[in-house]
């Protein structure tokens, strides 16, 4: 493999400070799922696991990476697979330095930005979240700015005739335009991020096509003076669709403190708008943000569904360091509606409680490349809680991470 890159890029080879990596990761995990309905509980258990391959090439202007992976559950293959392979690459790019402040990256990629809220790389989704896009970016010779432009097109097939239509199955997004602007060094306590996006949507049919788009802008802020750690976030969306606009928004606060090496602990409100009856509100859409990281550990806000009624979210989480490489992790939520039930013909309240979650989580690093978690998170519902499907669930997981770094060279 480094003979052939090196046949690829001989003019690279000359005091370029060329390295090479191969990593790999096995990360199986193993879940019970119980919920309970007026009459009977249910259980489903399954295991999944991701095995992936990554191969790393870069020097002083030039990073490639190429990263493949085989994502399923235990037992879904026969033992001798011909057709039934389900191998994918997760990332595949070229990152290109054009002098020393700004760069291209091409292909299939993770896009992570800031907290991860509205695009993130969805690490715990067994497959994880690539787009297919071109990303133009700046960063300052002090590090103190950063100017991203992304953007995307994608299509389901070589069209040769029949327009542009985009059928269902491929990414959710016909276009993208994305500009994203960060200030801040590591070294600075204060932070602060700007995002617009524009995403565009094709429905309709093939004869007869139709596009619509959705704009989303706002801000990420953090301010982090010694132990104390402070977050502010807003998004504001508006969309385009039959016969109507609609608007809808979001806000975060967060308020974190080390207290002493062995505990952490954190207060905070997310807050995301539903639909209105007079269809001039809708509800915000995190579009592709990693949702498990905010909403409940049990996924069920904005990763199983959608709130149509939207979500305010008071949260307290506290993190406890038994030592070096064992910690566990404790939270509450409780979920409350935003908009009333009248949309639906439903008698639910605006503002009124839907749900309460606890989640608890362990974290074990038994060596550099291998981590052990578990966990435990029960949700249960009241009378104005939407859902019909169950009262109360209740999820428990075990989780093996083994990811090395198998092979490093420099010359």
């Known amino acids: 493999m480094v003979l052939s890159l090196a046949l690829l890029f001989p003019s690279s080879l000359v005091a370029q400070d060329n390295q ?49 992976q085989h994502c399923g559950v235990w037992g879904q293959n026969p033992q001798n697979p011909v057709n039934t392979g389900n191998f994918n690459i997760n990332e595949a790019w070229a990152n290109i330095k054009i002098g020393s402040n700004f760069y291209t990256q091409l292909g299939r990629q993770a896009l992570l930005y800031d907290d991860e809220r509205i695009l993130g790389g969805l690490d715990w989704h067994i497959a994880g979240r690539s787009h297919d896009l071109i990303k133009f970016g700046f960063i300052s010779d002090n590090k103190q700015h950063q100017l991203d432009l992304v953007l995307a097109y994608n299509q389901n097939s070589m069209k040769q005739s029949g327009g542009n239509y985009f059928a269902p199955g491929g990414q959710p997004y016909k276009t993208m335009q994305t500009l994203w602007y960060h200030l801040g060094a590591k070294e600075n306590p204060f932070g602060m991020s700007l995002l617009f996006m524009n995403l565009g949507f094709e429905n309709g049919t093939e004869q007869d096509p139709s596009s619509r788009y959705m704009q989303t802008m706002g801000t990420y802020l953090t301010f982090k003076p010694g132990n104390l750690s402070l977050e502010g976030t807003f998004y504001f969306q508006t969309a385009q669709y039959d016969k109507y606009n609609t608007t809808a928004w979001m806000a975060a606060l967060k308020a974190s403190y080390k207290f002493s090496p062995l505990f952490n602990g954190a207060l905070g409100l997310d807050w995301l708008s539903g639909n209105q009856l007079d269809q001039t509100k809708a509800g915000f859409n995190p579009l592709y943000g990693t949702h498990h990281k905010f909403y409940g550990l049990i996924d069920y806000y904005y990763v199983n569904t959608t709130p149509v009624f939207g979500l305010i979210d008071p949260y307290v989480n506290g993190t406890f360091n038994i030592s070096k490489s064992f910690n566990v992790l404790m939270a509450y939520h409780a979920f409350f509606n935003d908009t009333d039930g009248g949309l639906l013909g439903g008698t639910i309240k605006a503002k009124s409680y839907a749900a309460s979650e606890v989640d608890i989580q362990l974290t074990w690093k038994i060596k550099n490349d291998i981590t052990l978690m578990g966990g435990w998170s029960g949700i249960f519902r009241s009378e104005n809680n939407p859902s019909t499907v169950c009262k109360n669930q209740n999820w428990c997981w075990l989780q093996i991470n083994v990811n090395p770094r198998m092979f490093f060279t420099k010359w």
């Open 20 to 68: 090479f990596y191969i990593d790999g990761q096995v990360r199986a995990r193993g879940e019970l799922r119980a919920s309970s309905t007026d009459d009977k509980p249910s259980y489903g258990s399954f295991i999944n696991e991701r095995a992936r391959i990554g191969l790393g090439y870069g020097n002083k202007w030039l990073t490639l990476k190429f990263s493949g």
